[in-house]
């Protein structure tokens, strides 16, 4: 959403996580909307008070941006709140989007000590004059944006603005921008100024952290983990790939970021942890009737496939890789086992199709369609026959 239209009785703004409205007496409302903002915290102890942390908020701004403040304003603040909090210059406006035991668990994976860290301040809760203001430097960004990208093109800067953030008072706007090397932008800092009249915070993002912010599903029919829950970005090589016996196909393998999935790495550890029990064979297996080819490998389910003819897929057959193993040390010792069609089968889920239950005809009732069809027969039965011609056979 890029700010409040009149036009429109509500309209959710998913950046900041709340719907905004205008109620019948002109007023403007914003409502904390969960679920809806990205790297959403679930709070699973609601309603628990901790006295230690009573006063330490999470406060959400645009996207991804959000941190843990104190309530130095004496006021009782809660979930939803929307609420005026310090800045480096001026002040912001956020929504509380945490409170409780919770917060605690938060300042601990982002290695925040209460004890000396210096937090900034909520000073009150939002007015609607503050809330007003915010709706208007929301409705900038976009606007703002698309200049910002005019004008870094006109200066040839080789960087590529994503996104912008107007702070709650409108005196100050981030701009997220993205470059491959290093970008001298003290000229261009200048030119924004004049242009916009604001005072401008230039902050560099990766191509990952770009995707976290502008947010978007996945081929799996999810939200994008980067804007989910992903905060730190782990690096990801073709050898998680590998290792998986993934196709290392780029079009596959790359994310809307363009880079590798970050889903690649979920499940390395246990196919590395399971390729660490299959043995390496980089020869046939002997048997009496025979040599028998690796042909393919089930990782998981730690199941070898062979066949004897090294150029046919049509006769495979299973063996577990333990088996596989003390085959290869029988060979080491000179003994052939009799036959690999004679081994049983290894026991295992096997994957089961649902195509065709799915049918768009399954809940059809059969009585019906054979009534239909035998009413069908009998008409045309019962009907008159064309007199046949002259000189045809009766």
């Given amino acids: 959403m890029e700010g409040f239209d009149t036009n429109e009785a509500k309209q959710f703004d998913c950046s900041r996580g709340c719907i905004v409205e205008r109620t019948d007496e002109g007023e403007l409302k914003c409502t904390y909307r969960p679920g809806c ?16 942390y009573k006063n330490y908020f999470e406060v959400r701004f645009k996207n991804t941006r959000k941190g843990i403040y104190v309530n130095a304003s004496g006021q009782t603040v809660k979930m939803g709140d929307l609420v005026i909090v310090e800045a480096v210059n001026g002040h912001d406006l956020g929504i509380v989007t945490l409170e409780g035991p919770v917060v605690a668990r938060q300042m601990l994976c982002k290695k925040i000590d209460p004890e000396t860290a210096t937090l ?16 208007e430097a929301i409705a900038r960004e976009h606007e703002t944006m698309i200049r910002a990208r005019q004008i870094a093109a006109e200066m040839g800067l080789e960087m590529k603005i994503g996104d912008v953030e107007f702070q709650g008072d409108g005196t100050k706007a981030i701009f997220y921008y993205i470059a491959d090397g290093r970008v001298d932008f003290r000229q261009l800092i200048k030119v924004f100024a004049e242009e916009f009249r604001i005072r401008i915070e230039m902050k560099q993002i990766g191509a ?6 502008i947010g978007g599903l996945g081929v799996c029919g ?14 990801i090589t073709t050898a998680s790939a590998k290792c998986q016996d993934l196709s290392l196909n780029p079009q596959k393998l790359a994310g809307q970021c363009g880079k590798l999935k970050c889903c690649l790495n979920y499940e390395t550890a246990a196919y590395i942890d399971a390729q660490s029990r299959i043995p390496k064979i980089s020869n046939p297996l002997e048997f009496q009737d025979g040599l028998a080819y690796l042909m393919k490998t089930d990782i998981l389910r730690e199941i070898m496939y062979f066949s004897y003819d090294p150029k046919s897929f049509a006769n495979l057959y299973p063996l577990a890789a333990s088996e596989a193993e003390e085959i290869i040390r029988m060979n080491r010792r000179g003994e052939k086992p009799e036959s690999l069609k004679t081994e049983p089968e290894p026991a295992g889920l096997e994957f089961v199709t649902a195509v065709g239950d799915d049918s768009i005809t399954r809940f059809d009732d059969n009585r019906k369609r054979k009534r239909k069809n035998r009413t069908n027969r009998q008409e045309r039965q019962n009907r008159p026959q064309k007199p046949k011609k002259n000189g045809q056979n009766s």
């Fill in 37 to 52: 903002c990205k790297l959403e915290v679930y709070d699973w102890l609601p309603g628990v008070l901790q006295e230690k």
């Fill in 120 to 135: 900034k301040r909520i000073y009150r809760k939002a007015k609607l004059f503050d809330i007003e203001k915010w709706q």
């Fill in 208 to 213: 990952r952290q770009e995707a976290g912010l």
């Fill in 222 to 235: 999810r939200e994008l983990c980067c804007s989910n829950y992903i905060s730190s970005f782990q690096s």
